[in-house]
């Protein structure tokens, strides 16, 4: 049984979106990524991305015009920080969302809820769903929102262009000896990534070892005993993010100067945009690599 508040919301929210104007449109039958069947427009217009990676992929595709909406926390690119933003990942302000008169909302399954996606189906707002996991899952989400967004020709171009870099990474770090790297999300209590979390592929991709790449979950919990038996070769920290953790930080925390690492200074510093499954991880990836195995990549 439905809350009477909640009850109460859900019927402002259909008001408001029978009264929006929202108008129609010749329309396409698409599956998603999570195998949901969503009928979008042919030419979508008037589009919202409820993910920062999602309106890069978009910008990628040259299909940024067509954003009426974006999430917080979205910087990339320049363009899309003066698109108006609905609300944070997890709830965005539904309100917003409708009064932009979306004729496509982009989710992400791993980030946005289910909830969400309930929501603007209720509201038969066309809700197509990806679900990247790791570097191929990521070129999926090309494919998947070229189709959404009627840009299939440039998703197939930026296919090719990612897996050549990717490919070039591989053959460049082909036969070289894999440190192991632990990847530093936080620090207290250390949250770490693990099989599920794209980071780990990338780490491999670049010619390395994530020493969590064992735990079955995506982004895990684990303690400072286990950080220090699994001896990580290089600590792996993300420029900016939690507004940067550094290796003097580190030091100044329990537990911490027990690894090598962290005595011998061997932490990577990578760009931030290894923080989301997007395009712009391939650039990323060939950053890492490149720190891993400089003498691989020397005169280039």
């Known amino acids: 049984m439905v809350e009477p508040g909640k009850a109460a919301a859900r019927a402002l929210l259909f008001l408001i979106f029978l009264t929006s104007g929202t108008p129609a449109f010749a329309s396409r039958t698409l599956t998603d990524e999570l195998g949901r069947?969503?009928?979008?427009?042919?030419?979508?217009?008037?589009?919202?991305?409820?993910?920062?990676?999602?309106?890069?992929?978009?910008?990628?595709?040259?299909?940024?015009?067509?954003?009426?909406?974006?999430?917080?926390?979205?910087?990339?690119?320049?363009?899309?920080r003066s698109k108006p933003?609905?609300?944070?990942?997890?709830?965005?302000?539904?309100?917003?969302?409708?009064?932009?008169?979306?004729?496509?909302?982009?989710?992400?399954?791993?980030?946005?809820?289910?909830?969400?996606?309930?929501?603007?189906?209720?509201l038969s707002l066309p809700a197509f769903v990806v679900e990247p996991q790791g570097l191929t899952g990521i070129l999926r989400m090309v494919r998947s929102v070229g189709d959404a967004t009627n840009h299939s020709e440039?998703?197939?171009?930026?296919?090719?262009?990612?897996?050549?870099?990717?490919?070039?990474?591989?053959?460049?770090?082909?036969?070289?000896?894999?440190?192991?790297?632990?990847?530093?999300i936080w620090y207290e209590p250390v949250l770490t990534a693990g099989n599920k979390a794209f980071i780990t592929d990338v780490i491999a991709a670049a010619g390395g070892e994530s020493v969590t790449a064992d735990i079955p979950q995506a982004w895990?919990?684990?303690?400072?005993?286990?950080?220090?038996?699994?001896?990580?070769?290089?600590?792996?920290?993300i420029k900016e993010l939690h507004r940067g953790i550094t290796l003097d930080l580190l030091k100044s925390r329990a537990g911490w100067d027990r690894l090598a690492a962290v005595r011998d200074a061997r932490v990577l510093y990578v760009d931030e945009k290894l923080e989301l499954p997007s395009p712009a991880v391939f650039e990323a990836l060939e950053e890492l690599a490149r720190t891993l195995?400089?003498?691989?990549?020397?005169?280039?």
């Open 85 to 122: 933003s609905v609300g944070n990942l997890t709830h965005p302000a539904m309100e917003k969302i409708i009064a932009l008169h979306p004729d496509l909302v982009l989710l992400e399954a791993h980030i946005n809820r289910q909830e969400t996606i309930q929501q603007l189906e209720e």
């Open 154 to 184: 440039e998703a197939e171009s930026l296919v090719k262009r990612l897996s050549e870099k990717r490919d070039a990474v591989a053959a460049r770090v082909k036969g070289q000896s894999r440190p192991k790297v632990l990847v530093v």
């Open 293 to 300: 195995h400089p003498a691989a990549f020397r005169g280039n």
């Open 37 to 80: 069947t969503v009928v979008v427009p042919d030419r979508p217009h008037r589009v919202v991305c409820l993910t920062p990676s999602l309106t890069e992929t978009v910008y990628e595709l040259s299909g940024g015009d067509s954003i009426v909406g974006v999430s917080d926390y979205t910087t990339f690119p320049e363009a899309a």
């Open 220 to 237: 895990p919990q684990i303690s400072m005993e286990e950080v220090v038996e699994r001896s990580p070769d290089f600590l792996l920290l």
